[in-house]
């Protein structure tokens, strides 16, 4: 059988420079894993380090993206990887932290200023699937240039994938190769939204109604996940509402949530539950409550707009429920 032959020619940015990707990890043996990623999704490795390095010696330019294998944070590596975080936010970069579930509140505590997209018990196909969806943020299609509709389709595109590269993974064949497909399949877009909740464009509406009683909430949320008993749960994913549908709770109860549980609450991987807080929280529906107790943490709680839409769909609701009684 003739060997397909999927490599790239090297990614460039607008000038004709190539891409290059900074490694920072401990163990040289994860430090050549990530860097024959890189290469799979055909980026260049501008600098390969341990996370202890970045707090000796003179800082050195980070490149376009940022990768980074921090499994389980200790002090040290959560003072580089804050420090790492800081000149990711101030260059420009893209940042990518792949950790543990147990390193998941560390991490996602620690980087407060970088935006960074956090892999949970990644696989090397969600690294390159990551590393191709940066690689379109950062060329052609840089996030702050798209619209609404096309962010949540990247997103939702780049869900599709996800499942893709799982089936992959369990095939046989060459894991650079198996995520090269999926890589590359990060670059079309389709329709697959019509609005958000958000109501930035709405005209002028009365005050606000409140929100529903934490019970309530509670009640449709233990209904959806019942659906799961009888019925394959991928059928029904919906982890941006269900997040929604947490934090309304939440905020009723005037709990704090954090990011691991509200991973849990989203009925899908954490990995793909990071990506949907991240862009909840960019679309202005999600706020980041840092903890004053503990700086090392953070939690994730419903912005007024989002409490204001969510106050308003129920509102709705009820109405519709006097109509039919």
Known sequence: MTQVDFAYEMAADAAGLPLAVSIFADGEDVREELRADVQAAGLATRESGSLEGLLNGEPRALGDLVLVDCPQPDMSSMAALARLDSRVAHSGARLIVSTSRDGLEDVFGTCAEGAPHILVDARRADRILALGRMLAECSTMRLRELSEDDRLTLLRLTEQVGQIAQRLDSMGGDAGERGQRSAAAAFSFDKLLDETVAGETAPKRKARPPLPDAALVRQIIRQRRIRARFFDE????????????????????????????????????????LRWIGQMTEAGLFERVEDDTDRRRAFVRLSDAAADGMARYFAELGQDAKVLA
């Open 234 to 273: 991928n059928l029904f994913a919906d982890p941006a509402w269900d997040m929604l549908l947490d934090l309304t709770a939440a905020r009723v109860e005037h709990a704090r949530v954090s990011v691991t549980s509200l991973c849990l609450a989203s009925g899908v991987p954490p990995t793909t539950a």
